[in-house]
């Protein structure tokens, strides 16, 4: 029997970024995957695929909208190869889950493949696909064995169909009519992928708006642009049934009146979140809690209430992200290598890689005054500036909350080209506890699109934005 130090179930994000994190403090480690590719849920079905068709799809958008007006005139009509499309996202997903492997070899990290169960709180049984199962010890288990595609318990998912986020990542043809359950980030991604290629897309979410869990006004100014671009929303929309009948989809929801509504699609996608996975895991064997929706109990430090078993990502609370996993194996790797890392949880920032882009960190609006927190806000439009207006990209804002007595930033929030990767200057800023004015006196490059952030920080600190 093979013994290690760590044993780590799931090689998500999350997963092989604790082993890495344990190889270098000197464990002996080994990572189970039942899947025979390396990468979990996000590079295999989530993140890294669907960004590659949204990054496709964009190029495919901007040159039947905006080449012409750029000065650049294409002989002929534009067309989609959508096989292609898929083959090239599916090139980017090989490519990084190979990458990952080489990181498993480079840091001598022995891989499992196979099933992992619990056979004790210190053995891990490892059901093979030829059939065969092998027993590990390890003094210390982590899992991280992340989510799955969330449903509602009417509807029959028959993958063709009625899909979830797997199976629109891989579709044989563009829908005619796409019909998805959930304003949420997974739901407006991939909706606007399909969105311009030509399909007709309808959202049905249940609460008052999309993105329900950020600001206020990114929700608000996310409709104006998606719907400028044609997407339709039905918000406070019940939906009571999802119905098959050959190519055919007929969806069924309450408006917020009690009147009924029918969307007649040739696609259906559920999109209204993940739940944690831990299918298989025989957590009772291990002496593991659980809850009822299978959502693992641990302390601040990711220790379950078994003492030599921990739990990251989204198989625990908290934001279901890759980067939260991510920070979450490696802080466990160095509690268990006797370190004292931590994590601070109102600084994890949330992306939608919708075009404009969305991007988030701290405390909405909404929570700042449910808590009571007196606060300023400063925003600055992308319109203003020049790089927007040199790049066709307009749309969006930032937004910083600060705090109204001692300017500390408190949130910031999003909407533009980019701010995915501009977050980082906020969560950089709001690390250090920085204030609205010191974001203002930083010096930032011309013309940049974080140039809105130092506006917004101007406006936040003495309404005294420059450029508007």
Same mark, same amino acid.
């Given at each position: ?22 190889? @270098?403090?000197?464990?002996?480690? &080994?990572?189970?995957?039942?899947? *025979? ?22 190029? %495919? ?51 499992? $493949? ?6 004790? &709180? ?11 199962? $092998? ?11 992340? *989510? ?16 979830? *986020? ?69 918000? @406070? ?62 302390? $601040?430090?990711? @220790? ?9 990502? +989204?198989?625990?609370?908290? &934001? ?6 991510? $920070? ?15 994590? +601070? %949880? ?6 939608? %890689? ?29 319109? &203003? ?5 040199? *790049?066709?990209?307009? +749309? ?24 995915? +990767? ?47």
């Amino acid at each position: 029997m093979s013994s290690f130090d760590i044993a780590i179930i799931g090689s998500g994000p999350g997963g092989y970024v604790s082993a890495i994190r344990c190889a @270098q403090l000197g464990f002996k480690t &080994a990572i189970i995957e039942k899947y *025979s590719t390396l990468g979990g849920t996000c590079l295999n079905v989530g993140c890294i695929p669907s960004k590659a068709l949204l990054d496709s799809s964009h190029h %495919y958008h901007d040159a039947i909208t905006h080449f012409k007006e750029h000065g650049i005139d294409i002989p002929g009509d534009v067309k989609i190869n959508l096989e292609q499309m898929i083959a090239r996202k599916q090139a980017v997903v090989d490519q990084t889950c190979s990458g990952v492997k080489f990181l498993m070899d480079k840091n001598k990290i022995t891989v499992f $493949e196979g099933l992992g169960s619990f056979k004790d &709180a210190t053995h891990v049984d490892i059901a093979k696909a030829d059939g065969t199962t $092998e027993t590990i010890e390890a003094k210390n288990i982590i899992i991280a064995t992340g *989510s799955k595609p969330a449903s509602l318990p009417f509807i029959k998912l028959d993958k063709e169909r009625v899909i979830t *986020s797997t199976e629109a990542l891989k579709l044989k043809e563009i829908p005619k009519h796409l019909v998805i359950i959930g304003g949420g980030v997974i739901g407006l991604e991939l909706g606007q992928v399909y969105l311009r290629l030509g399909a007709q897309v309808s959202v049905v979410e249940f609460l008052d708006r999309i993105l329900p869990g950020m600001d206020g006004a990114i929700s608000k100014e996310m409709t104006k642009i998606l719907k400028k671009q044609g997407m339709k929303f039905y918000t @406070q929309h019940k939906v009571t049934a999802v119905e098959r009948k050959g190519k055919e989809v007929l969806v069924k929801a309450d408006d917020k009146t009690g009147k009924n509504v029918d969307f007649t699609a040739d696609y259906c996608l559920v999109a209204v979140g993940r739940k944690p996975y831990t299918e298989g895991l025989n957590l009772k064997a291990a002496g593991v809690k659980a809850t009822e929706r299978g959502q693992i109990d641990v302390n $601040e430090h990711l @220790q379950t209430n078994v003492s030599n078993i921990y739990a990251i990502g +989204d198989v625990v609370r908290g &934001a279901m992200l890759a980067h939260k996993a991510e $920070e979450e194996g490696a802080m466990v790797a160095e509690i268990l290598a006797g370190q004292k890392p931590h994590i +601070d %949880y109102n600084l994890i920032p949330g992306v939608v %890689y919708t075009w404009p882009e969305v991007a988030a960190v701290g405390k909405t609006e909404e929570e700042l005054k449910a808590a009571g927190v007196e606060f300023k806000a400063g925003s600055f439009p992308m319109r &203003a500036l020049g790089r927007s207006r040199a *790049s066709m990209d307009t +749309d969006g804002f930032v937004k910083i909350l600060a705090d109204a007595k001692t300017d500390e930033v408190l949130g910031v929030h999003m909407v533009g080209a980019r701010v995915a +990767d501009l977050i980082a200057e906020a969560v950089t800023a709001m690390e250090f506890r920085a204030s609205a004015e010191d974001i203002s006196r930083m010096s930032h490059a011309h013309p940049t699109y974080a140039e809105a952030v130092k506006e917004a920080a101007l406006a936040a600190t003495d309404n005294r934005a420059l450029h508007v």
